[in-house]
């Protein structure tokens, strides 16, 4: 009993710090597993049993897979020229997104999936005349809808299939899903658009964005209200600033703000007609010069201290305003203003900016943060980045270039034809789909073991030289997700041997089973859907597959509808931006607020829960 109580109060704790989000995720699931291993509660060889489970290593190698099907620009050239399709028809162009995604979701992380089709989205709603943000919430709700699709659309489909297999029950087929899958696409279809047209038009929000969906540097410059902190400042010959650099001085701590261009006139390269000036990126390294103009971002007291210490004159511009540069004046030339997204896996979350390293690694300064609403300028440097932040960015258009390697981290918002273009690996794009076209006919003739053509696509991946090298196959995957599946797992056995699970599950049948198994299928359902509203849907599939397992062979049904509820109830989670890594990637840039989630999200989750409680027995009868 002392067991069960200590489970009870480690997994109480672990879902509070979910929730709070102020831990990773994988290591409160490490805590966790660490606790019950120094109660005795799992033997170690219990605790790491799921690190060596098939569900992580095919999720390892799915993310591989997903990789080369991203690195290829695969993903991206289909999606394009299918939603190309659409023209300007709204409707059109909403089915396609819906319909793409999905069957890119069916083989690839949800993840993974909205991040090639942001930037097209954005484009195509830039081409129509639509708000975007009547797009990309249908776009994260459409990738967990193709989650559906397949066995290895999504973890919980793994996770109910690995309980059925433990338990001694026949595996699942990898489109055992596809009829489910297919009835909630249709279900979502229909249920979304309205939803989004009432709720996501925000008024037909003027598009601003060019054909190509990217925002203008002006247009950029006024949004994030750029020039309200930006100032021009010109180097006296005695100032203490000459002959050395930023570093040097450490400005950015000693006067809180930052130094992001540097403009020079270049002697001897006058003309008769022009000034040359050469515009440069204010690195950490540059060696200021008297006379330089410096674009100086911060607040304007900090600013205004800092001139007069380091003896800068005030550049006057033609409105007359001291040092206030124009949104046609700022970064211009080789010089460039972009947004992009930060995914959930990158190295960049949970950092604050100073610390990131990121000017110096891309040689790029982060002028803004986007945030659901929100738009944080000053005292930048210590922000801490967030996954579904928006960052605004400035830099040299060639040095812009190297973000385009990191798509697995951040996803640069427009310009999508000419990221697939310059993809250095396109020509292998018909290789790596061979490959997932021949992992899936493994799968679905049960040529080979699931776990094993999934582990020979993702080899065949790196060796037919679909991603760049093995260390960029690592850089693929989400360790954050595999080791909070693999650290998750083990809990079901806790709730197993502890008796948990069959109490639960006892509860369940005498106060839902006796009125009908239909009932009892309602409340795993609801119970499922209610928990994954605030942790991930991992995590819940993990706590709910054995109690629905132990309810079946308690009350002496099938356990296969009660298992695909919690399936389904995991993966099909709208009404909150947390619940879901793509719900919360399209977030800012959607310009969401979490109200928005819950108009169109919880009415849909609803509907899907009623619709699904009947049509499950149906399917799979009990």
């Not at 309810?551 to 993966?571: E, H, K, N, Q, R």
Request: net charge neutral; charged share 15%.
């Amino acid at each position: 009993m002392m067991n069960a109580l200590i489970v009870v109060l480690v997994l109480l704790l672990a879902i509070s710090l979910f929730i709070s989000g102020k831990i990773r995720s994988d290591i409160v699931a490490l805590g966790a597993l660490i606790t019950l291993m120094l109660f005795g509660i799992l033997t170690p060889t219990e605790a790491l049993s799921g690190f060596s489970s098939s569900i992580v290593v095919m999720m390892i190698a799915l993310f591989i897979v997903g990789g080369g099907i991203f690195q290829t620009g695969l993903a991206n050239i289909i999606s394009s020229r299918i939603l190309k399709l659409a023209g300007n028809k709204p409707f059109v162009l909403y089915l396609l997104v819906m319909l793409t995604t999905v069957a890119i979701g069916a083989f690839v992380s949800n993840t993974g999936t909205v991040a090639v089709m942001l930037p097209i989205v954005v484009s195509l709603a830039a081409g129509a005349k639509i708000s975007a943000s009547r797009l990309l919430m249908p776009l994260a709700f459409a990738s967990s809808l193709g989650g559906m699709m397949t066995l290895i659309g999504t973890p919980p489909n793994l996770i109910i299939n690995e309980e059925l297999i433990k338990n001694g029950y026949e595996s699942l087929s990898f489109f055992s899903f596809s009829s489910v899958g297919i009835i909630l696409v249709v279900l979502g279809i229909i249920v979304i658009w309205p939803l989004s047209n009432l709720f996501l038009s925000k008024d037909n929000v003027e598009q601003k964005e060019s054909n190509n969906g990217s925002k203008s540097t002006k247009e950029l410059t006024k949004e994030y209200q750029i020039s309200e902190n930006l100032y021009r400042l010109r180097v006296r010959k005695g100032s203490p600033l000459v002959y050395k650099s930023s570093q040097e001085l450490d400005i950015a701590n000693n006067y809180n703000i930052s130094i992001l261009e540097i403009r020079r006139k270049e002697e001897g390269k006058k003309t008769l007609f022009s000034k040359s000036v050469s515009h440069s990126m204010a690195a950490s390294t540059t060696i200021i010069h008297a006379q330089d103009v410096l674009y100086v971002m911060g607040e304007f007291e900090d600013v205004k201290q800092f001139a007069e210490k380091c003896e800068l004159a005030w550049v006057e511009v033609k409105d007359g305003e001291e040092g206030i540069p124009s949104s046609d004046d700022f970064a211009e030339g080789d010089i460039g203003i972009i947004e992009v997204v930060v995914l959930s896996n990158s190295s960049l979350v949970n950092q604050k900016v100073m610390d990131s390293g990121f000017r110096e690694k891309y040689r790029a300064n982060i002028l803004g943060i986007q945030r659901r609403q929100n738009y944080i300028l000053n005292d930048l440097k210590n922000e801490k980045i967030l996954s579904g932040d928006v960052l605004l960015v400035q830099g040299n258009w060639n040095n812009i270039k190297m973000l385009r390697e990191k798509r697995n981290e951040l996803v640069i918002i427009g310009h999508p034809d000419q990221e697939v273009s310059k993809s250095r690996i396109v020509h292998k794009a018909p290789l790596a789909g061979l490959i997932l076209v021949a992992m899936v006919l493994s799968m679905a003739f049960d040529l080979l073991p699931a776990v094993t053509s999934v582990m020979l696509a993702a080899i065949l991946m790196i060796l037919t030289g679909c991603l760049h090298n093995v260390e960029e196959a690592y850089k693929t995957i989400n360790w954050e997700s595999i080791v909070l599946i693999g650290a998750m797992l083990p809990m079901s056995i806790a709730l197993e041997n502890t008796g948990i699970a069959a109490m639960v599950a006892d509860f369940l049948v005498t106060e839902l089973g006796s009125k009908g198994p239909i009932f009892l299928l309602a409340g795993i359902y609801l119970g499922t859907s209610l928990l994954t509203m605030f942790i991930s849907n991992s995590a819940t599939a993990v706590l709910f597959a054995p109690i629905a397992m132990q309810s079946a062979i308690t009350m002496g049904v099938s356990p296969y509808p009660l298992l695909f509820a919690v399936t389904v109830a995991a993966s099909m989670c709208f009404a909150s931006p947390f619940s879901t890594p793509p719900n919360a990637l399209v977030m800012s840039a959607g310009r969401y607020k979490f109200l928005d989630y819950v108009k169109v999200g919880l009415p849909t989750q609803i509907i899907f829960a009623i619709v699904m409680i009947f049509v499950l027995p149906l399917i799979w009868p009990f």
